[in-house]
């Protein structure tokens, strides 16, 4: 089955520094990659559409700058949080559409200290 | 906008059936999925339903009534490894898929 790979699953990372997260999607091509976040017992929320070869599309609220999504080639997606704070601390997870279904990789635990 | 509704908890025992219902309103409709996510996992999809009727997969079934914007997730013959989360989602668009806020189970021996 189509299967996305999302790294690194736990990063710790100090208040103003950036972190990057890599989605891959393993045996297909994902021309479509999709960034949620989860904060604690809540739903998730689409941040972003990434789009391969092009800019990605951001949901109402969320800071493209903050928030740097690149889709360089059909296989690979990532985001880079810049200039993290602690409230930027949550599950970020990344998915791709594979037929009915999305695909979705295993998470992004962010902590900002 | 788009909204769905889905209950925030539901609690059974071992063994049992439960049914978790969504409705939802949404400017597009592309079709119905359920989703399950552990705790500190990622979401796993479950189903999906793009027309009228009733999809089995062996211990679970979804329902969807278009007419009512409506549709259901039935776990039967419940089990402890079923404890989790279940997110309904209507793909709206091409590309555009919204989650509901999730139904938190909680099997019971």
């Known amino acids: 089955g189509a299967v996305v790979s999302q790294h690194p699953s736990r990063v710790i990372c100090k208040s103003g520094t950036s972190v990057k997260i890599e989605c891959r999607s393993l045996?297909?091509?994902?021309?479509?990659m999709f960034w949620y976040r989860q904060f604690p017992k809540q739903s998730l929320m689409l941040m972003a559409t990434?789009?391969?070869?092009?800019?990605?599309?951001?949901e109402q609220g969320v800071e493209k700058d903050k928030f740097l999504i690149n889709h360089a080639s059909l296989t690979l997606s990532t985001l880079t949080v810049t200039s993290a704070h602690p409230e930027d601390s949550s599950f970020y997870i990344c998915?791709?559409?594979?037929?009915?279904?999305?695909?979705f990789g295993s998470g992004t635990r962010l902590t900002v200290v | 906008g788009q909204s769905l509704e889905q209950p925030s908890e539901v609690t059974a025992v071992e063994g049992a059936i439960v049914q978790i219902n969504c409705t939802y309103q949404?400017?597009?409709?592309?079709?119905l999925s359920w989703y399950q996510q552990h705790d500190g996992g990622a979401p796993t999809f479950l189903s999906y339903?793009?027309?009228?009727g009733l999809e089995e997969t062996g211990r679970f079934s979804s329902f969807l009534s278009r007419s009512d914007s409506y549709g259901y997730l039935l776990l039967q013959e419940l089990q402890m490894k079923d404890s989790a989360s279940y997110f309904c989602?209507?793909?709206?668009?091409?590309?555009?898929?919204?989650f509901g806020a999730g139904t938190r189970l909680t099997v019971k021996p």
């Open positions: 998915s791709a559409n594979a037929n009915y279904g999305y695909t």
């Open positions: 045996d297909f091509q994902a021309t479509t």
């Open positions: 990434s789009n391969e070869g092009s800019k990605a599309t951001y």
């Open positions: 949404t400017s597009g409709f592309y079709g």
């Open positions: 339903n793009g027309l009228d």
């Open positions: 989602a209507v793909r709206v668009a091409n590309n555009d898929m919204r």
